[in-house]
């Protein structure tokens, strides 16, 4: 089942939180620092309660337990300069609970999501993913993402 996250997934939500960073920190130990998370559970219940930023779990086998999450973002581009005007569905941030990878939790959540924007009437969804994580790189490709646009680095 997937559904929009609820205060009751915060603990779960912040455990998955912990190994998204923990997969950036051994790809990119100069960026990122182990057994963190992007979020603490008081922003989490903020975004958990804004239309504008919806989170969406899966929960797998009625176990009230999240699998995985996708945290999303609409963005809107209204009278810009040099880009035509458009709703984005941005994915902030997907993952899958290691103990239940290939069990095609990503790609049910990816595939709701897609359906999600489709319905909210958006042209694209967009996202970024790091290249220390070839895993979800690979991953992404199979969904059908093509780059959007590419960030580069050149480290002093």
């Known amino acids: 089942m997937i559904r929009r ?27 990122f620092k182990h057994g963190c998370r992007k979020y603490s559970d008081e922003e989490l219940s903020e975004i958990i309660h ?11 086998d009625g176990n009230d337990t999240v699998s995985g999450y996708c945290f999303c973002m609409i963005e809107y581009y209204h009278n810009d300069s040099i880009m035509v ?10 993952c899958v609970d290691e103990t239940a990878r290939g069990r095609h939790v990503g790609k049910k959540l990816y595939e ?4 999600y924007a489709r319905e909210i009437d958006c ?3 967009t996202l970024n993913v790091w290249s220390c994580n070839p895993g979800a790189m690979h991953f992404y490709e199979a969904m059908g993402l093509k780059p ?8 002093l």
């Open 5 to 31: 996250a609820q205060e009751k997934d915060i603990f779960d939500i912040g455990r998955l939180l912990h190994q998204v960073c923990n997969v950036h920190a051994d790809g990119r130990s100069d960026l």
């Open 50 to 60: 804004d239309d504008s930023r919806p989170i969406f779990v899966l929960i797998e």
């Open 85 to 94: 005007e458009r709703k984005t569905l941005y994915i902030d941030d997907l």
């Open 112 to 115: 709701y999501v897609c359906a």
């Open 123 to 125: 042209y694209n969804v």
């Open 148 to 155: 959007y646009k590419v960030s580069m680095e050149y480290v």
